[in-house]
Nanobody, 117 residues
């Protein structure tokens, strides 16, 4: 019923930029948080950036100053702007929406970001 469709991943050189998009479709109400996770081969999935419904943002230390999470409510879209990309940013990136019941989660299909040195 509810789908999150991601786009914007790709192959870039170190120092380059990408913008990931996550478009939500279906009936989604009372969003508590939106976020971007990433998972590299052999590593645990980690929360990269989070945006709450009241506008607060949080970032993992490794991306602070380089990544920015934002939203466009009219388009039901959340973005992750990634600048100054590093090879260690290489991972599959997943968007996530959590509803304010603190239980319901929706996940995107994942988009691959590969940063070459």
């Amino acid at each position: 019923q509810v789908q999150l469709v991601e786009s914007g991943g790709g192959l870039v050189q170190a120092g380059g930029s990408l913008r990931l998009s996550c478009v939500a479709s279906g009936s989604i109400f009372s969003i508590l948080m939106m976020g971007w996770y990433r998972q590299a081969p052999g590593r645990q999935r980690e929360l990269v950036a989070m945006l709450t419904n009241d506008g607060r943002t949080n970032y993992v230390d490794s991306v602070k100053g380089r990544f920015t999470i934002s939203r466009d409510n009219a388009k039901n879209t959340v973005y992750l702007q990634m600048n100054s990309l590093k090879p260690e940013d290489t991972a599959a990136y997943y968007c996530n929406i959590r509803l304010n019941d603190w239980v319901t989660n929706y996940w995107g299909q994942g988009t691959q970001v590969t940063v070459s040195s």
